[in-house]
């Protein structure tokens, strides 16, 4: 049986992330997409259109010194413009250290991603990893 569609646009944004293909990632999103992180640490917030996703991205990298891993574990989908993926995240960074289990609720509007909801495992943990 075939992966639906949705699962297999958020596996290439998985791909794409880890291998640093930032015009990859541009092509599977809406212009206007947006990615919302919680917590209330630097790199928190809500990012909307390309370029705040992929500045936001490009700082993820840079703040870790290229140690950010992250693990794509599975992907759910209902069907509906909906997909979550569940992922580990694993970086270091001023000396400290994470690893943390996290997912992203995907909304699909016309096969490209238009808004990204982050959850992470432990809030406290990502605010203390990331300030």
């Known amino acids: 049986m075939a992966e639906h569609p949705h699962a297999a646009l958020v596996r290439k944004g998985y791909a794409a992330f880890a291998r640093g293909d930032m015009d990859a990632l541009r092509g599977l999103m809406t212009s206007d997409c947006a990615h919302h992180v919680p917590g209330s ?6 990012f909307k259109g390309q370029d705040a996703i992929i500045d936001m991205y490009r700082r993820l990298h840079e703040e870790t ?67």
């Open 41 to 46: 640490h630097p790199l928190a917030g809500d």
């Open 65 to 131: 010194g290229g140690t950010l891993q992250v693990a794509l574990g599975s992907v759910l989908v209902d069907g509906r413009g909906h997909a979550v993926a569940v992922h580990r995240l694993r970086a270091e960074r001023q000396g400290r250290r994470i690893d943390d289990k996290g997912c992203i609720v995907f909304r699909i509007v016309g096969e490209k991603i238009s808004d990204l909801d982050e959850c992470v495992e432990d809030i406290d943990r990502a605010n203390e990893f990331w300030s």
